[in-house]
């Protein structure tokens, strides 16, 4: 049996640091500095590693802004939990800044996992995707046709796996499996329309990923990255009962996000985590929550859990 791994200091409202920061983000007259001065930093850093943020934001939105309507499902409206105040943005994830970021905030985050090794925005991001894979590799033993990445962002992670799953076709003389990226933000479906010039990936669906509107039973391999951290704890239920109702019987659910026995965030020092809690706000939900417990609940059996790299943990699991 695992047992449970304490919230990081900073991320417990209730006492210590953790109130401190709490009390701090919640002064209205704070917070826009605290989201500028978060930005800046993030922009800064990740433009002095390499990563042409605000080059590469213009040309994302300008390719992308075409493409908004073929990835907007009419009448599909967002739950309220995604409208609130997210990453820096007063508007939240559902903007055209969000999406034409993502892909640089992506990188840069990357780049953070390895801070004491010399790597370029490229390389940081091929070494956390093929460990990621590496971690799930065990587990698809069974058919692969029908992939699903839930919550794909700009698509980063899709083309990924997409491309990584090719190539594992490829080796065993199979067909290549297919894959759909799904996503609340129609902004961010346009910017990974743009991206994925060579169309590795077969659809881009705009829906809730609690809410999908696909098949049961009709998925072998779940994808779930970096998601539940930006979910409160009833989303998170609903998105894995969700996925549980996709997936086959014996289909796959892998799962990345930030893990709370990491030594990094358990030590992160208080402006940092002032900083990143006042862009997170759900970050206390997440590390509040059993999630082995959460998944059991849903259906889910035989997790493997294990650190992809200091920062971030991967759960692969069955239906």
Not at 7 to 29: K, T
Not at 54 to 65: C, G, I, M, V
Not at 165 to 172: D, K, M, N, P, Y
Not at 174 to 194: H, T
């Amino acid at each position: 049996m695992t047992v449970p791994v304490s919230a990081p200091h900073w991320a417990d409202s209730s006492q210590g640091l953790g109130r401190w920061i709490e009390r701090l983000i919640s002064i209205g007259v704070l917070r826009r500095p605290l989201f500028f001065q978060a930005r800046q930093l993030i922009i800064r850093t990740a433009e002095r590693n390499g990563i042409p943020w605000r080059r590469r934001r213009s040309e994302l939105r300008d390719a992308a802004t075409p493409l908004l309507a073929q990835s907007t499902t009419p009448g599909l409206l967002p739950p309220d939990y995604y409208r609130v105040r997210f990453h820096a943005y007063e508007e939240g994830n559902l903007c055209w800044q969000a999406a034409a970021e993502a892909e640089q905030a992506t990188d840069a985050m990357a780049l953070r996992v390895w801070p004491e090794e010399t790597l370029s925005p490229g390389q940081a991001q091929a070494r956390l995707r093929n460990a990621i894979h590496q971690a799930v590799e065990p587990m698809l033993s069974g058919r692969l046709e029908q992939v699903l990445d839930l919550g794909c962002s700009v698509g980063v992670s899709t083309q990924a796996l997409a491309d990584w799953l090719a190539g594992r076709a490829a080796a065993a003389g199979k067909a290549s499996p297919r894959v759909v990226g799904l996503d609340l933000s129609p902004e961010m479906l346009a910017v990974a329309r743009v991206r994925d010039v060579d169309g590795v990936v077969a659809e881009w669906r705009h829906a809730a990923a609690e809410h999908t509107g696909l098949a049961a039973g009709c998925i072998d391999l779940i994808s779930l990255q970096f998601v539940c951290h930006e979910l409160p704890q009833t989303a998170t239920h609903a998105v894995l009962k969700e996925a549980a109702r996709l997936l086959r019987p014996g289909g796959v659910l892998v799962m990345v996000d930030q893990d709370p026995a990491s030594s990094v965030l358990q030590a992160l020092p208080a402006p940092v985590a002032t900083l990143l809690k006042s862009t997170e706000p759900y970050i206390e939900q997440y590390f509040g929550l059993d999630m082995e417990a959460a998944l059991h609940a849903a259906g889910f059996h035989a997790l493997e859990v294990s650190a992809c790299d200091p920062r971030h943990r991967v759960i692969a699991c069955l239906r």
